[in-house]
């Protein structure tokens, strides 16, 4: 599971500069599908790893920050640096006796939900696959190359 959140991460830092390439006014324009531009898709990405993780942790989840606090490749890029340490360490961490753990979060409607700890792993890993997809639409229909989503080559299994 490591290699998988080594992956996105090398996958995210590749996004990160490829938008250095693009023009911001691009990064911030509302697109069609997904949560919105591709710096805000980058944000949430950022920020879901870590509320997640959080959880996990025994946290108490984080408020989302506005985003208009990060409204830009800098901002943003730093965030993701700033959260990774702590996302890292727990990831590290992960033994398979964490696997069937069991995190129970209450929703603001006061429902109850259980969701396994390896169950949420999966899910953060698969929900960052995800929205690197939409980038890689949003990047073609701005006429730019995505970066390839390829997992062989990135030196991970090596």
């Given amino acids: 599971m490591q290699k998988l959140f080594e992956y996105?991460?090398?996958?995210?830092?590749?996004?990160?500069?490829?938008?250095?390439?693009?023009?911001?006014?691009?990064l911030l324009k509302k697109r069609v599908g997904g949560v919105g531009s591709?710096?805000?898709?980058?944000f949430h990405i950022v920020d879901v790893?870590?509320?997640w993780i959080c959880g996990l942790q025994g946290k108490p989840e984080p408020e989302e920050p506005p985003f208009?606090?990060?409204?830009?490749?800098?901002?943003v890029r730093?965030?993701?640096?700033?959260y990774?340490?702590?996302?890292?360490?727990?990831?590290?961490?992960?033994?398979?006796?964490?696997e069937n753990t069991q995190l129970t979060e209450v929703d603001s409607n006061g429902k109850t939900f259980s969701f396994r700890y390896g169950e949420v792993m999966r899910h953060v890993i698969a929900h960052e696959i995800h929205h690197v997809g939409q980038l890689s639409v949003w990047a073609r229909e701005i006429g730019w190359k995505p970066i390839t989503a390829?997992?062989?080559?990135?030196?991970?299994?090596?």
């Fill in 68 to 75: 208009e606090s990060y409204a830009s490749l800098s901002k």
């Fill in 78 to 82: 730093k965030l993701s640096r700033q």
């Fill in 150 to 158: 390829n997992l062989i080559d990135r030196g991970l299994f090596t």
């Fill in 84 to 98: 990774h340490g702590e996302v890292e360490s727990f990831i590290k961490s992960w033994t398979d006796n964490m």
């Fill in 49 to 51: 790893e870590y509320s």
């Fill in 38 to 42: 591709i710096l805000y898709t980058l």
């Fill in 8 to 26: 996105n991460w090398q996958v995210r830092d590749d996004w990160f500069s490829w938008c250095e390439t693009v023009p911001e006014e691009e």
